[in-house]
């Protein structure tokens, strides 16, 4: 694949190099190829998204909450469903359980038309 000898080049630019600051990074990635130099983008704080105000769902996906309950590491698969509720599986062939967990009651929920809303800008 073209991003595997990509990376290659840009690890064997960065042997032995120090990194001060994430620029540094981005300058040598974009030398790494003397013929064709890569194109970088130097990616700003304001360009990301913060999620953690704009989308929090849910405190938790645990599936639950005393001390013999299942954990995350034990979900083999998770769906969201339009009303808001996350319903989870334990192993593949059950059928899904709805996560006991509370939603934040200040969370709005937008609906997928603001998630392609967001996944447009």
Do not use: W
Request: hydrophobic share 30%; aromatic share 14%; net charge positive.
């Amino acid at each position: 694949m073209e991003c595997d000898s990509m990376n290659s080049v840009i690890e064997r630019a960065l042997r032995h190099k120090k990194i001060n600051v994430p620029a540094d990074y981005a300058y040598l990635a974009k030398e790494a190829c003397k013929k064709n130099p890569y194109e970088v983008e130097y990616l700003y704080h304001h360009f990301f998204k913060d999620f953690q105000t704009t989308l929090p769902f849910y405190k938790s996906i645990k599936p639950g909450k005393r001390v013999c309950d299942p954990t995350v590491t034990n979900i083999r698969a998770l769906r969201h469903v339009p009303d808001g509720k996350i319903v989870y599986k334990l192993r593949h062939t059950l059928c899904g359980e709805s996560s006991q967990s509370k939603r934040k009651k200040y969370a709005p929920f937008y609906g997928i038309t603001f998630l392609n809303y967001i996944l447009q800008d």
